[in-house]
């Protein structure tokens, strides 16, 4: 099957820095709103048939366009949820942001034994994670698409996909509405076919002066 992984649009929580990770989540920014029609533009012509989203609000708007245009309503599946900032959550300090990234560096990385303070360790997200996308594949969709979060998504491709270069692009930049394409099946594994850094409708549509923790370069950071 083919499915999409996009990340949901701008947030207020996206512009002032904050690790936003727990239910509801903050809503989308105009600029995020114009993320998300510009998304649906660009993905309503590839033939897909399933529309999964996670429950935190941001990605529930994200893709009200896109359902809007293919006449899908959106399954909730509570494993895309954004990997948990436990005791982070909320927190703009530099100390709390690189405990967290830096803890998804080292998932990334394949080094799941660490747990997020306050929060679950690489193992659990990856089986939650995989759990939704069994969900989805198991629905018989041959082409789908999920939103869900920065780093949620770059740690459950960067552990998935068999290419050798998955883990360098995940320590990437991740904008909001970036996307990635894959091809296979949870049994068979993953293949990555396209790989958006920047939003999908353009690169117009990013912000760079907001603080985005959960999309930001990953490269520089080192788990203390």
Same mark, same amino acid.
């Given at each position: 099957?083919?499915?999409?992984l ?7 929580? @996206?512009t ?5 990770t ?5 809503d989308?920014?105009e ?7 510009a ?6 012509d590839?033939?897909?048939?399933g529309l999964?989203?996670?429950p935190?609000?941001r990605t529930?708007?994200?893709?009200a366009?896109l359902?809007?245009k293919l006449g ?24 709390s ?6 803890t ?12 997020m303070k306050?929060?679950?360790?690489g193992?659990?997200?990856?089986a ?5 996308v069994?969900s989805?594949?198991?629905e018989g969709?041959?082409i789908?698409l999920l939103v869900?979060h ?5 740690t ?11 883990h360098e692009m995940a320590?990437?930049?991740?904008g909001n ?7 296979g ?5 993953w293949?990555?076919?396209e ?8 690169a117009?549509?990013?912000d760079?002066s ?8 990953l490269?520089?950071t080192? @788990?203390?």
């Open positions: 099957m083919r499915l999409f996009l990340r949901h649009g701008q947030t207020h929580g @996206n002032i820095g904050a690790l936003d727990a239910y509801p989540g903050a989308l920014t600029l995020g709103v114009r993320q998300a029609e998304a649906a533009l660009a993905l309503g590839h033939g897909i048939a999964y989203v996670s935190l609000v529930g708007q994200t893709a366009p359902a809007a899908i309503e959106p399954v909730t599946l509570d494993g895309l949820q954004e990997i948990q900032a436990g005791a982070y959550e909320m927190a703009t300090d530099e100390d942001i690189l405990g967290y990234v830096g998804v560096a080292d998932w990334i990385e394949g080094r799941l034994d660490p747990r306050g929060s679950e360790t193992h659990e997200f990856l939650r994670y995989d759990d939704a069994a989805i594949a198991a969709h041959h789908a869900s920065g780093a949620a998504i770059r459950w491709v960067a552990n998935r996909v068999t290419d050798s270069g998955s320590t990437e930049g991740f509405t970036a996307c990635i394409e894959l091809e099946s949870p049994a068979d594994g293949k990555v076919i790989w958006h850094t920047e939003p999908i409708g353009g117009y549509l990013e760079e907001a603080p985005d923790p959960t999309g930001s370069d490269d520089h080192e @788990n203390s």
